[in-house]
């Protein structure tokens, strides 16, 4: 089974597609390809008689996955993958020039999706319904029979008491919100439970304020401010507008089947070590404490925590970690990047020219694809669709690794009103372009493109002008964590770009640079070594030096945060040499030796100042030379020379008297009046 070879089984659907099966077996190396015309009715037998005999199979068609998976389900041999050509490819105006295309989408799809790891949440069914007037019991009388419902009405008015107290009813308005499925807790002031004895109308006992409420469910029927940010991204959290009917059913439904346990992946792989958030209480790096929509992500000493309960997998936290830190899962970095090797090298083996790059999501992507496949032009014949989980999750990696293997353009694919902040994103883009500039592949090689026009995507997407292409396209395989394929794909892009160049200017806030020294005020305390969390500031143990590896540095600001003289600044560069290049020497200075022992342990510029300053000004070295000498020590002779010597460090002069409000008075009543 092992030396069997992979099989590819696409599919005219109906002759609605005109493909050329011939033109695709030279392209998919290693893999036998088998064409129909309606496998999945008609020809359902001979797909079931290719399956027989097991191995990996690609099946060129998504809308009948049901009936090709019932087809093997009876076989264990079998490992089914799926891929669409028909939506993507073959239904344009664009299809009899879509070989390269189609070639490249059935290539990548026999790329084996990694294991991604789970976390588990748990709902005993526990609800508050929140909402403001008659239309909340309304929900809850639904719900009754399913739930462990709570009532919170805000501020409630005529509310005609039930025949039967079938669930509890109280008022309140909700202050603070937190948590997540099967784990939420509310503080709602003006809490009030409903009076037993209410007769004509709902009547409530004396409010107070700070009442806790936990629930494993929320029913968010109140219209107005949603309770959490990125609401719509919090599970367990569910929000109608009151005044839409059909709203309300649906969640009302949804809240329904919301008990048991449940699986959510774990989007976020977080290693604490490399995080460059703070250092002694002072803060660095901040990026994704900015971005993260969900609320997911909070300062823990010297690194950030994220809560995998709350995190929603938007992924821009890990598009800017600087320091790889926080990285992708759903699917890993490398994952996507060897992913675009594979559709980029067919597509251009094949023949194919011009590469665009249409990033999108399911909930979106797919259904404008859809609809302009089926009902407009269909995508252009250089436009290969590529899925990812959130359009946000892809990171500057992913964009330098594209145009490396060939593409000339990105198009990240967003709703007219994205469902949460999409800054990381733009942020991405805006470091992308003056590389790409820099490198000679134009401007606005990559952008965004808003709508929920289906139309309108078709219109962008034809009107990308042809860009310039690597004229020697890598081929490097990416393998590894985040900040190292980042470097990899970064080199890669500059050996095949265009016009290389060494040095590229780059926005504030870019994650990399270099420091620059003001040589002059620096005293090589070292204070920014200590607090560099990545290793790009560097001491030497045998001489006063500062050195500097900017392959290293991440802009994060720490060092010049912690710089007790102020004497460092940060200049955001991207210099393609600074991964062979050896560390640089941004200060050295000659070593001041113990005047007793001979053992160097300071600078001697340092040294002499101090020296300088204190000589004849301070009380415990006016009158010794000896003294003095004690701060030309290192650190064992001084100890024993203060020993040896006797000194007093409590031998100061005595102090004048303190001078108290009775002083001055004093001398302003004895003051001679003019």
């Known amino acids: 089974m092992a030396d069997q070879p992979r099989q590819i089984v696409v599919c005219s659907c109906e002759d609605t597609i005109p493909l050329d099966a011939n033109a695709l077996r030279p392209h998919c190396k290693g893999a036998e390809v088998t064409s129909g015309c309606q496998l999945c009715r008609a020809e359902l ?73 789970l976390v588990s949440m748990t709902s005993d069914g526990v609800i508050l319904i929140y909402g403001r ?24 008015e005529g509310i005609a008491p039930r025949r039967v107290t079938d669930f509890p009813v109280v008022k309140g308005s909700v202050r603070a919100a937190r948590g997540n499925l099967g784990a939420f807790e509310v503080t709602v002031d003006d809490f009030a439970p409903a009076a037993p004895s209410s007769r004509g109308e709902l009547t409530f006992g004396a409010p107070r304020d700070g009442a806790k409420s936990r629930c494993d469910l929320i029913l968010d029927l109140s219209g107005g401010t949603p309770l959490f940010p990125a609401a719509d991204l919090r599970d367990g959290y569910l929000r109608a507008d009151p005044d839409d009917p059909s709203a309300m059913l649906r969640a009302v439904l949804k809240a329904r089947d919301l008990t048991g346990t449940f699986d959510k992946p774990r989007y976020i792989t977080f290693k604490e070590d490399l995080c460059a958030h703070s250092r002694s209480k002072i803060v660095g790096c901040r990026r ?17 925590s994220i809560d995998p309960l709350v995190c929603a997998g938007c992924g821009q936290c890990a598009a800017v970690c600087p320091t790889g830190a926080a990285s992708y899962a759903l699917p890993p970095a490398d994952f996507l990047m060897r992913k675009l090797r594979v559709l980029l090298t067919t597509y251009r083996e094949a023949g194919g020219a011009q590469a665009v790059l249409l990033i999108h999501d399911e909930d979106h992507g797919l259904g404008m694809i859809d609809a302009l496949a089926r009902h407009g032009d269909g995508l252009p014949e250089n436009v290969i669709p590529v899925q990812v989980n959130e359009v946000t999750q892809v990171g500057l990696e992913a964009v330098a690794a594209a145009f490396a293997y060939g593409a000339t353009g990105i198009r990240f694919l967003l709703r007219a009103r994205p469902r949460h902040d999409v800054t990381g994103l733009h ?20 952008a965004t493109i808003e709508t929920d026009d289906p139309f309108a995507l078709g219109e962008s997407l034809r009107a990308i002008e042809d860009g310039a292409a690597a004229p020697r396209p890598a081929s490097f395989q990416p393998v590894g964590l985040k900040r190292d394929v980042q470097r990899l794909a970064l080199r890669e892009l500059q050996r095949a770009a265009p016009s290389p160049v060494d040095v590229i200017a780059l926005p504030a806030g870019a994650p990399f640079g270099k420091v620059d020294v003001n040589v002059e005020g620096c005293t090589l305390c070292l204070a920014c070594v200590s607090a560099c969390p990545t290793g790009a500031l560097l001491a030497d143990p045998e001489r006063p030096v500062l050195r500097f590896s900017e392959d290293a540095c991440v802009q994060c600001g720490l060092c010049q945060a912690t710089c007790p003289e102020k004497v460092i600044t940060l200049q955001p560069q991207l210099d393609f040499r600074a991964a062979t290049a050896q560390a640089r020497v941004l200060k050295e200075e000659e070593p001041f030796c113990c005047i007793s022992c001979g053992k160097p342990f300071g600078v001697k ?70």
């Open 45 to 117: 037998d001979r797909f079931r008689s290719l399956a027989a005999s097991g191995g990996d199979i690609t099946v060129a068609c998504t809308q009948e996955a049901p009936v090709f998976s019932d087809a093997v389900a009876d076989n264990g041999k079998v490992h089914l993958s799926l891929v669409n050509i028909r939506e993507n490819a073959g239904w344009s105006r664009d299809a009899r020039k879509a070989a390269p295309k189609i070639a490249a989408l059935l290539v990548a799809a026999a790329e084996p999706a990694p294991d991604f790891p």
């Open 133 to 156: 007037d008659e239309k909340t019991i309304e929900a809850a009388e639904l719900l009754k029979d399913h739930l462990d419902i709570t009532v919170l009405i805000t501020k409630p």
């Open 288 to 304: 994704c404490l900015d971005l993260c929509p969900a609320g997911a992500i909070a300062p823990n000493g010297d690194h950030v």
């Open 427 to 446: 942020r991405t883009i805006a470091l992308a372009e003056p590389i790409l500039q820099g490198l000679g592949f134009g401007a606005g090689r990559v």
């Open 605 to 674: 510029s340092t040294i002499e100042r101090v020296s300088a300053k204190l000589e004849s000004r301070h009380w415990m070295f006016k009158d010794s030379a000896r003294r003095l000498d004690i701060i030309k020590m290192c650190e064992n002779c001084r100890v024993a020379t203060v020993t040896e010597e006797d000194f007093d460090p409590y031998g100061a002069p005595e102090r004048p008297n303190p001078r108290t409000t009775e002083d001055y008075l004093r001398e302003r009543d004895t003051k001679p009046t003019s």
